[in-house]
């Protein structure tokens, strides 16, 4: 890499800076609010899943008790869903990127 090729960072040129603005549209901070209450609510929704596998697995439930759960549970995603789908959202919106440890979904 030649020396020319390289960033720099610019040295601030105030005088013919406006001033920083923040970006307060309100539609993008709803939807990105949203967003990321969703990915939440759908993160803790796996969690409960996992959690209500584990019991049946176990054998400390009950057949009403295990009807209840997956009927709680089945209800609860199609809410997230409909939540995902008015927010304009995709399924891949709410499964974020962590890095080196892959996607959250």
């Not at 800076?17 to 939440?40: F, Y």
């Not at 176990?58 to 008790?65: D, I, K």
């Amino acid at each position: 890499m030649q020396q020319d090729d390289r960033i720099r960072p610019r040295a601030p040129n105030h005088a013919t800076r406006s001033p920083r603005r923040l970006d307060l549209d309100p539609e993008r901070l709803k939807n990105g609010l949203g967003q990321l209450v969703l990915t939440l609510i759908k993160l803790l929704h796996e969690v409960l899943e996992r959690q209500a596998l584990r019991r049946i697995d176990a054998g400390s439930l009950t057949e009403e008790q295990i009807e209840r759960l997956g009927l709680t549970l089945m209800r609860q995603a199609e809410e997230i869903d409909r939540l995902r789908k008015e927010f304009g959202l995709e399924e891949q919106d709410l499964n974020l990127d962590l890095g080196a440890l892959g996607t959250l979904f």
